[in-house]
């Protein structure tokens, strides 16, 4: 879904790696021998933040989770997500929640193996978002100090 990115590299290199990051990002190398078609040795990413629920306490969110495709059923996704939630246990954190789109059922059906709730089908839940002009006139209602 490359057509939909709309940051820059510098964005992400100054959100990510700044004194206090908006997200932590591990990523997964191969050895040089091992490297992919286009000459690759970083084949992975699991990019994430933390949160919190008024009603569970702390949280680890899972932004994105990505490999290359050639590397794919290697268990490196499966190595990220461990090391994602490895991360977030040494955080005091209580869950470990993610989006997945409807469409990718390999997602969904990996993180099920791996014995994730589908929120939506349990319990309801939908996720909303406020961006772009709706984001400028709900922040342009906020009371003046």
Known sequence: MSDQV???HEEL???GFCQN???ECLVA???EEDKAKEGFTMVGYALYFYTYSTWKGRSVYLEDLY???EFRGKGIGKGLLGKVAEMGKKEQCVRLQLSVLEWNTPSRDFYAAK???D?????GWHFIRFDGQNLDNLANEAPKD
Do not use: Q, W, Y
């Open 6 to 8: 709309k940051i820059s």
């Open 29 to 31: 190398e191969v050895h």
């Open 67 to 69: 490999v290359m495709p």
């Open 115 to 117: 014995g994730a709730l």
């Open 119 to 123: 929120l939506t089908d349990n319990e």
């Open 21 to 23: 990051p908006f997200f």
């Open 13 to 15: 290199e100054r959100d």
